[in-house]
């Protein structure tokens, strides 16, 4: 066999570049290391003989396992050793660059030229504004950067949590999840998880005694799920319950034979939980609220939240000094990537992208970014996979590949990035520091001294 030397263009720079072997494998670049990506590569590293570059946005990998998945649920965040095991075992075919922003550092043109198939996998991360006068107010956040910042989200704003009311509008488990952390921190419980030190101390010092967390619709649309909804009515030293109307509370009662198993275990969870909240730290569910306007004091932080009771069609104001909104997110498609009507990657099926006939590389979306902001990794797992089989079949017949990856790319405009080996150097050192306090980890939240500006 042969190398050979090519010259191709790649962005506005011309490379000479020495090819892989004409018998080289086919390259896949994958956009994004949450679980889409990372499940589809361990279904097509094993079906295939793909060499596989992995960019990730962020310093470090996974995603919303790492920045999204509760603290205090550490053991949905196991599914990280299972990509670990795909790694360490397939060191000569699989890299990855973190800190890279597929985008920005490398536009998607340049990753089609470079490679023969692009797996698009880099979620869904903008949250949907709330949208209302006054909600640029001071301590106005959505879920999902109070979620990253206790997560450990690098350089994400630090919320003032001396607010005794907290209102948070959103009937899904982000919101769950919000007041679950709010209301167990000052309980010292969050220690063992794994929320950086110098924000789990911020979180420990919450002063918050009622929190409110209001839906849109009646309690039989809420999308929690059993688990996070029995966590909170479990929390001790707080009194939570659904405080509904008799006509909601009967018609949830009268629903229940028709439910099927998972809705009805939810439902007579929500029934049992009913009732008017009492005592010192309370967290009150409310329903047909719409939030209608934010209201701030003079320097600008919220202090009311204005709603109006579709069920009474009246409108009511409720203290507020923290004020969360999670009421979805918004899919951002990539410059250059096919765009439909409703604003998503343009989908030709249900895993390949409606690419142009000229796209030198063969593109597929998968998760969230694909199909929108909704399921569990699970649902995510089951879509990566029957992606990989996709890519694994298209390519059945490839022999060779002159792709050229983006090494040099990279190197030019040296993006700094952080390679496996230095995830796996923070991995440790995260871990060795975690153990000093009895913690899983102690998460980083600057990563400059790991970061490399060259490939070899
Ligand atoms: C707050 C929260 C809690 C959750 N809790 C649970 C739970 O307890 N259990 C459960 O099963 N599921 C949970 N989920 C759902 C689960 O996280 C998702 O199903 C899953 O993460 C979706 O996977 P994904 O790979 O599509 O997206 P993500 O996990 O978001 O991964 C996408 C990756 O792409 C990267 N990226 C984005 N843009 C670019 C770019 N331009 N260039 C390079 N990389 C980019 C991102 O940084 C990210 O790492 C939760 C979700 C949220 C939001």
Same mark, same amino acid.
């Given at each position: 066999m042969f190398a050979k030397v090519l010259m191709r263009r790649i962005g506005n720079i011309q490379f000479t570049y020495k090819t892989r072997k004409l018998s080289s494998k086919p390259r896949l670049a994958i956009v994004g290391s949450g679980p889409a990506g990372m499940f589809a590569c361990n279904g097509l590293l094993r079906k295939s003989n793909f060499l596989v570059d992995v960019f990730e946005y962020s310093p470090v990998p996974f995603g919303l396992v790492r920045y999204g998945v509760a603290p205090d649920h550490q053991e949905v965040?196991?599914? %990280?050793?299972?990509?670990?095991?795909?790694?360490?075992?397939?060191?000569?075919?699989?890299?990855?660059?973190?800190?890279?922003?597929?985008?920005?550092?490398?536009?998607?043109?340049?990753?089609?030229?470079?490679?023969?198939?692009?797996?698009?996998?880099?979620?869904?991360?903008?949250?949907?504004?709330?949208?209302?006068?006054?909600?640029?107010?001071?301590?106005? %956040?959505?879920?999902?950067?109070?979620?990253?910042?206790?997560?450990?989200?690098?350089?994400?704003?630090?919320?003032?949590?001396?607010?005794?009311?907290?209102?948070?509008?959103?009937?899904?488990?982000?919101?769950?999840?919000?007041?679950?952390?709010?209301?167990?921190?000052?309980?010292?419980?969050?220690?063992?998880?794994? %929320?950086?030190?110098?924000?789990?101390?911020?979180?420990?010092?919450?002063?918050?005694?009622?929190?409110k967390i209001l839906g849109r619709r009646g309690?039989?649309?809420?999308?929690?799920?059993?688990?996070?909804?029995?966590?909170?009515?479990?929390?001790?030293?707080?009194?939570?319950?659904?405080? %509904?109307?008799?006509?909601?509370?009967?018609?949830?009662?009268?629903?229940?034979?028709k439910l099927e198993r998972k809705k009805k275990r939810l439902t007579e969870v929500l029934v049992k939980n009913t009732g008017t909240t009492s005592g010192l730290r309370q967290c009150h569910f409310l329903f047909h609220r719409v939030p209608k306007e934010v209201v701030a004091d003079s320097n600008g932080m919220v202090r009311e939240l204005v709603v109006e009771n579709t069920e009474t069609s009246k409108t009511e104001t409720f203290p507020c000094e923290l004020l969360i909104y999670s009421i979805g997110y918004e899919t951002l498609v990539l410059d250059g990537v096919p765009q439909n009507e409703n604003k998503m990657i343009d989908m030709k099926d249900h895993c390949r992208v409606n690419i142009n006939a000229e796209c030198p590389a063969h593109v597929y979306a998968t998760g969230w970014c694909a199909h929108g902001p909704r399921g569990v990794i699970v649902d995510t797992q089951q879509q990566s996979s029957f992606v990989a089989d996709q890519i694994a079949s298209d390519f059945i017949h490839t022999r060779h590949s002159i792709a050229p990856g983006v090494d040099l790319v990279l190197n030019e405009r040296k993006v700094p990035f952080i390679s496996w080996d230095a995830w796996k150097m923070i991995d440790q050192q995260e871990r060795d520091q975690g153990k000093l306090s009895g913690k899983i980890r102690e998460k980083f939240t600057t990563f400059e001294k790991f970061l490399s500006k060259r490939l070899e």
């Open positions: 965040k196991n599914v %990280i050793n299972t990509f670990d095991a795909m790694f360490e075992k397939n060191r000569e075919r699989l890299r990855l660059y973190c800190n890279v922003k597929i985008g920005q550092d490398i536009t998607f043109d340049e990753l089609t030229r470079g490679y023969d198939a692009v797996l698009l996998a880099y979620g869904s991360y903008k949250a949907r504004k709330l949208g209302v006068p006054g909600c640029a107010s001071k301590n106005v %956040i959505s879920g999902s950067d109070f979620v990253g910042w206790y997560n450990g989200v690098p350089n994400a704003p630090t919320p003032d949590l001396s607010a005794s009311n907290v209102v948070i509008v959103g009937n899904g488990n982000v919101a769950l999840d919000c007041a679950r952390v709010l209301s167990t921190a000052s309980s010292g419980s969050l220690r063992i998880s794994d %929320i950086p030190d110098e924000r789990l101390s911020v979180l420990e010092k919450t002063a918050t005694k009622d929190i309690p039989e649309n809420v999308s929690f799920t059993i688990k996070e909804l029995r966590e909170q009515f479990k929390i001790q030293e707080w009194d939570s319950k659904l405080e %509904i109307s008799e006509t909601d509370l009967k018609n949830l009662i009268e629903s229940l034979p």
